[in-house]
């Protein structure tokens, strides 16, 4: 998969990744204005999708999923699975500070999502992962290896007593 990104309308950074599990180095700091993150994932034996701000995973593969995070909302996670909800794609950023967009448009074409986030840098903004899964787990345990890999720091539930 070719994974490609820019800042402003400029692209200044290529490259490829063919395995089933990557975490990336996207250096940020000092930098301000919108970077982007491109790149498409087939859809094969892709049955639903889940984001954050879902209650519950979607049954059926939509057009255009999008998906906004910021410092006091949702994260930047997306998952895509099959109907035995086996991953086919996780990907999320360790980002959970600046605002963020992910969309994935279905392109028919190539029989593809191509997928895009949106990150919105300002002057305190600092480096970050992109984590790319195609791992043949359940995409909760996915999910819940996301929440562990370091630089994430989700807010812990208190356990129900």
Not at 44 to 55: T, Y
Request: proline share 6%; charged share 25%.
């Amino acid at each position: 998969m070719k994974i490609s990104l820019f800042h402003g309308s400029e692209q200044y950074a290529v490259f490829e990744h063919a395995g089933d599990y990557g975490r990336f180095a996207v250096k940020a700091s000092g930098w301000i204005g919108l970077l982007r993150i491109c790149f498409s994932v087939p859809v094969l034996d892709m049955h639903g999708c889940w984001v954050p701000e879902s209650r519950t995973p979607s049954a059926r593969l939509p057009w255009t999923v999008e998906s906004r995070s910021a410092a006091q909302r949702a994260f930047p996670f997306l998952a895509f699975f099959n109907s035995a909800q086996v991953n086919r794609l996780s990907a999320g950023l360790t980002d959970l500070v600046d605002d963020t967009k992910i969309l994935a448009r279905m392109n028919q074409e190539n029989c593809t999502y191509d997928i895009t986030f949106e990150v919105a840098l300002g002057k305190d903004s600092g480096d970050f992962e992109l984590v790319l899964d195609r791992r043949p787990l359940l995409w909760t345990d996915c999910l819940e290896e996301w929440r562990k890999t370091p630089g994430v720091k989700l807010p812990a539930f208190p356990d129900a007593a």
